[in-house]
């Protein structure tokens, strides 16, 4: 199967489950550690964000937010809910691979915070912390792969051990805080200034 169709089909997957669930819009519990470890002025990147309460409450606090997703419903919603809020102009939407969006412009260190939750990519977490402006932050969630006993679980692709986010961080980040919940490790992270 071509990458092109890969995406396409992951997309057809998630457009489902968002058809068939009501948004919550609540934002996620990184962006209130985030926002209080102090990131500098500047745009916030959020990769794989789905209809994302944690974008539209960083639209609420003044800040300009992409938000790149596959989902195309997904967006959509979030389109909807950011007009009704009034929120509209500060929230832009890109619909694509995360990884694929982080070239060109996107791809410089610009962004003070980038934001994923819920989501794991290598190739999209080494762009995504090489897209971090000087001294801005990394906040991070990915779905967590357990240890049974000394034995590791097989590798899962969409899974990550705790502890592998930090350890994948490129060289001068400095590590705020890595937790994990039952199901996920999560990471807060900031650039070198
Ligand atoms: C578990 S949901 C998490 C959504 C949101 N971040 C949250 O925490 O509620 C995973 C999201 O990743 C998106 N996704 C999956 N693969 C992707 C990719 N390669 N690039 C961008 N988004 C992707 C899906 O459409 C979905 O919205």
């Known amino acids: 199967m071509s990458d092109a169709d890969a995406v396409a089909e992951d997309r057809n997957r998630w457009n489902e489950r968002y058809a068939a669930r009501r948004p919550s819009f609540a934002p996620h519990p990184l962006v209130t550690e985030a926002l209080a470890a102090g990131p500098p002025a500047g745009p916030v990147l959020e990769l794989a964000g789905g209809r994302s ?33 009034g929120l509209g102009s500060r929230i832009d939407r890109v619909c ?8 060109g412009e996107a791809s410089a260190a610009r962004w003070a915070l980038v934001l994923a939750t819920r989501f794991w990519d290598e190739a999209a977490f080494t762009a995504g912390a090489a897209a971090v402006a000087p001294g801005g932050l990394l906040a991070w969630e990915a779905l967590r792969q357990h240890e049974r006993g000394a034995e590791e679980e097989p590798p899962q692709p969409y899974r990550v051990p705790h502890g592998g986010l930090s350890e994948r961080l490129p060289g001068g980040f400095t590590v705020l805080a890595e937790r994990a919940t039952d199901t996920t490790t999560r990471l807060l992270a900031r650039a070198p200034a």
């Open 53 to 85: 309460g944690s974008a539209l409450a960083l639209a609420g606090q003044g800040r300009a937010v992409t938000v790149v997703d596959i989902s195309d419903l997904a967006l959509a919603q979030l389109r909807d809910e950011a007009a009704r809020r």
């Open 96 to 103: 694509a691979d995360a990884t694929a969006t982080l070239t």
